[in-house]
């Protein structure tokens, strides 16, 4: 590991000095530690070694892939002298040299950096262009570093437009943005564009690696991995995870735990989501639910479990298509992922991705999360038992496709010789079938099932109970069936709908099925003021 990795290209400092972060401790000192931008890297190589440097250079791209960085490594290649003195212009500056050194430590008189973002005026655009014409002190090009370009002024932009374009032949201007569409198209063509890559997660892993052992703690690389994932391109961000991960474990001499970074990110486990989408898969209801619940109890972010699944469902697809594993991945994760691409259809997983992100895009939203996260699965589970929207119109079409309202089940027979309804859809049928209409929808709306057994219910209620309901209800089912009932409303967590909450979720996760076909999706993308309508769950 290279000295400069280390900090030892900075002066010691002393044992009470105050402690510095990890992304300022390990910024890169050569363009070799600056990780995922080799493209740049080489470009500028080349122009050094041609001898044909542009006059300004715009740098852009996400939060803390290496902008600022960029720029003042470039300021040390085109000042460096070497150890000797007398080096010229080199895309690897030595780092030993007097340039190299005050550069490093924000302290060379003709290295200029500005933050636009508190000098947005032309006042301080005029200050740059006055002070631009006097040659460098001490340096070979004087160079003006301007970080978030794009909040500047536009009269700012335009006063500095004219210098901009004709600077004088030892001025450079290094400009940095993470808004690259707010800079004037003016100043855009006046300057040599780089676009900064966000940096794999698996460069950044290997970095944190390699910072976690100079810092003297042991680091678990599924750790490092949920923190590059976590990082989202960025390595500052990495590192300043990184950075509290190893606060949190303590001094007890622990490392950096997988377990103890999920705790601090509010992650959900991957096994968990594994078990959840397993359970989605199978229909589960009560145990996707079940499932979801563990997980919020733990602490983690209902809208997290929504995007982890999303993830999931992706890298089904990826496998389903035969690509190359993600080198995280653990063996388990790919076993499962092959099994559930052998299981499932192209259209299948096109439909589970526009179900999953609509109910993360509605938890993102809602005022109560996990009640929306919860309806977003079970629309997920019903949307799943539903046929293939496109082998569903082929059975339309060919006439194929019976309707019938699905005879019940015979329970026990009746006095009259009728059968006694054995489920709370029955039973609504029931009463409406003796033309009690209001009983029968009091039953749809109000009541969630327990346990239906013989002429013994159990039931939630949804919503108040109006005052003589069980005892309305009981005297019409003594009347028509001659049997006594016994009907309880007991007060424990439903884990059903009402028979109106079931039928509107079907009837939306239809809606959904359809909307998501492949076949339905691009003619609502290629007409976009299009609307579903004249459908029902007939399909006519």
């Known amino acids: 590991m290279s000295d400069s990795l280390l900090g030892l290209d900075e002066p010691p400092q002393p044992r009470d000095s105050a402690y510095r972060v990890l992304a300022r401790k390990y910024r890169p000192q050569t363009f070799s530690e600056l990780i995922g931008q080799d ?12 001898d044909r440097l542009a006059h300004a250079f715009l740098l852009t791209g996400v939060r803390g892939v290496g902008k600022t960085s960029t720029a003042r490594l470039i300021a040390k290649a085109l000042n460096c002298i070497g150890p000797d003195g007398q080096g010229g212009p080199t895309i690897d500056p030595c780092g030993i040299c007097e340039p190299c050194r005050a550069i490093a430590e924000g302290r060379h008189i003709d290295v200029i950096e500005m933050d636009a973002a508190s000098h947005t005026g032309v006042d301080d655009v005029r200050e740059i262009i006055e002070a631009s014409r006097y040659s460098a002190v001490s340096a070979r090009y004087k160079i003006y570093i301007i970080d978030e370009v794009h909040m500047l002024s536009k009269s700012a932009f335009n006063a500095l437009l004219k210098t901009l374009e004709e600077p004088p032949a030892h001025v450079k201007f290094l ?16 300057c040599q564009r780089f ?4 940096i794999p997660a698996e460069l950044l892993a290997e970095h944190f690696a390699k910072v976690s052992q100079a810092e003297g703690v042991e680091a ?6 949920l923190i590059a994932r976590a990082a989202e391109g960025s390595a500052r961000d990495g590192l300043s995870i990184l950075d509290q991960a190893i606060a949190h474990a303590g001094l007890e001499g622990e490392g950096v735990k997988a377990e103890a970074v999920r705790q ?22 009560q145990g996707a639910l079940a499932s979801l619940r563990g997980q919020y109890d733990l602490g983690v972010d209902p809208q997290a479990v929504l995007r982890t699944l999303l993830e999931t469902v992706h890298a089904v697809t990826l496998a389903k298509l035969g690509t190359h594993p993600n080198s995280g991945q653990s063996a388990e994760e790919l076993k499962a992922l092959e099994r559930w691409a052998a299981g499932l259809s192209f259209p299948a997983l096109h439909r589970l991705w526009q179900l999953v992100l609509r109910g993360h895009d509605e938890v993102a939203k809602a005022v109560l999360p996990i009640e929306a996260a ?8 019903h949307a799943s038992q539903l046929p293939d929207p496109g082998e569903l119109a082929r059975q339309i079409a060919s006439g194929n496709v019976t309707i019938s309202g699905g005879a019940a089940p015979a329970g026990a027979a009746a006095p009259n010789g009728s059968a006694l309804p054995t489920s709370l859809g029955q039973l609504a049928d029931y009463l409406e079938e003796k033309r009690r209409f209001q009983l029968a929808t009091q039953v749809r709306d109000y009541l969630r099932p327990v346990s239906f057994a013989g002429t013994e219910i159990e039931f939630a209620a949804a919503r108040t109970l109006p005052f003589d309901f069980l005892k309305e209800l009981g005297a019409a089912l003594k009347e028509f069936t001659g049997t ?4 309880q409303c007991v007060e424990v967590p439903a884990q059903a709908m009402t028979l109106r909450e079931e039928q509107a979720a079907n009837e939306q996760a239809e809606r959904d099925s359809v909307l998501a076909s492949p076949m339905v999706a691009a003619a609502m993308e290629a007409f976009p003021d299009a609307e579903l309508i004249g459908w029902s769950k007939t399909g006519s």
């Open 39 to 50: 493209a740049m890297v080489t470009t500028l190589g080349n122009a050094i070694k041609r």
């Open 175 to 190: 400009f940095a943005t993470t808004e690259v569409n707010k800079v004037p198209v003016t100043v855009l063509s006046r």
């Open 195 to 198: 676009d900064l890559r966000r």
């Open 220 to 225: 678990e690389p599924e750790a490092l991995g």
């Open 264 to 285: 601090m990110l509010g992650l959900s486990d991957r096994g968990a989501i594994r078990t959840l989408f397993g359970l989605l898969l199978e229909g589960d209801a």
């Open 374 to 381: 919860e309806m977003a699965l079970l629309r997920v589970i």
């Open 484 to 487: 006594n009932w016994k009907l």
